[in-house]
């Protein structure tokens, strides 16, 4: 790689040193740089690379190979990021040498409105007994969140898990019986009670049972730190444990969990950040016809 950072010219490295944007190129695709937004970084180097580290938030974010001049690295805003400016880094290596280059990003803040839903106070004021479930299973979830298969398991494009438009949109500030909780993390879809709904992308089943407040539900980890949720079903069509393919039949749509109607709620996690689902079709979706 050195020889590559000197730039080769017929065989031979010329006297003048590259810089590290010679070596590796760095580009990124986004559908917005804000608050709960995913930004798809490409690196493509001169040299083959044999790994590409990406830091990002003080923290390490996972990257996968297309060639063995290409990889990738996929990042989730989480929906409470601060807005500002942010320095992602990459470090490509290649025969033992190493060069780094970093990019600036400036986060937006996400402009919400507010829902306002009625449902059963039990949901909103849960009695005693109940809360140890609803701590348990919170953990529960953000252990599931740290724990995505080190390698890719997703394949091609993500895909609609059901037909049709997402009609609540991710990030509104929601007030249940006029009481204020956690934004929507996630698009719901008003989609017919016992409409089949499909697995997003390829990967394996790690959650699929009752939980308090989404009803059954189904968590696919779709491995390197994405995960997708679906909630509120009406019956589960998977085990733990299982593999499932991109579209394959998960389940079906209900008006389980806290609900004020039939829907599916589809959350997405990436590197542990909520991200709008619609902003990963938007990046990882299938191409816009002709």
Not at 155 to 166: C, E, L
Not at 269 to 274: C, K, L, T
Request: net charge neutral; proline share 6%.
């Amino acid at each position: 790689m050195k020889c590559v950072l000197a730039l080769a010219l017929a065989g031979m490295c010329v006297a003048r040193e590259a810089t590290a944007a010679d070596a590796i190129h760095i580009a990124m695709a986004a559908r917005s740089v804000r608050q709960g937004e995913v930004v798809l970084f490409t690196a493509s180097a001169l040299e083959p690379l044999d790994a590409l580290r990406v830091r990002a938030f003080d923290r390490g974010v996972a990257t996968f190979r297309l060639d063995g001049h290409t990889w990738q690295s996929l990042l989730g805003i989480d929906l409470d990021t601060k807005p500002g400016s942010y320095t992602v880094s990459f470090e490509g290596v290649s025969s033992g040498q190493s060069v780094a280059v970093s990019k600036t990003i400036v986060i937006k803040p996400r402009a919400s409105a507010t829902r306002r839903l009625t449902v059963d106070d039990a949901f909103v004021n849960p009695a005693a007994p109940v809360l140890t479930r609803i701590t348990d299973e919170a953990a529960e979830l953000a252990r599931l969140w740290t724990q995505s298969a080190p390698s890719r398991l997703w394949s091609d494009s993500f895909v609609r898990p059901v037909p049709g438009q997402a009609n609540s949109a991710f990030g509104t500030r929601s007030l249940f019986n006029g009481e204020r909780r956690q934004p929507h993390g996630g698009a719901d879809f008003l989609s017919p009670a016992g409409t089949p709904v499909r697995a997003p992308n390829s990967g394996r089943v790690v959650l699929a049972r009752d939980l308090y407040f989404t009803g059954n539900t189904v968590v696919i980890d779709h491995g390197l730190g994405v995960f997708s949720l679906l909630a509120h079903l009406s019956v589960i069509d998977v085990h733990e444990g299982d593999t499932v393919n991109r579209g394959d039949t998960i389940g079906a749509v209900g008006a389980t969990g806290r609900v004020t109607g039939p829907h599916l709620h589809w959350a997405v996690r990436v590197n542990d950040a909520r991200v709008d689902p619609l902003a990963v079709l938007a990046i990882l979706g299938p191409p816009p016809n002709p």
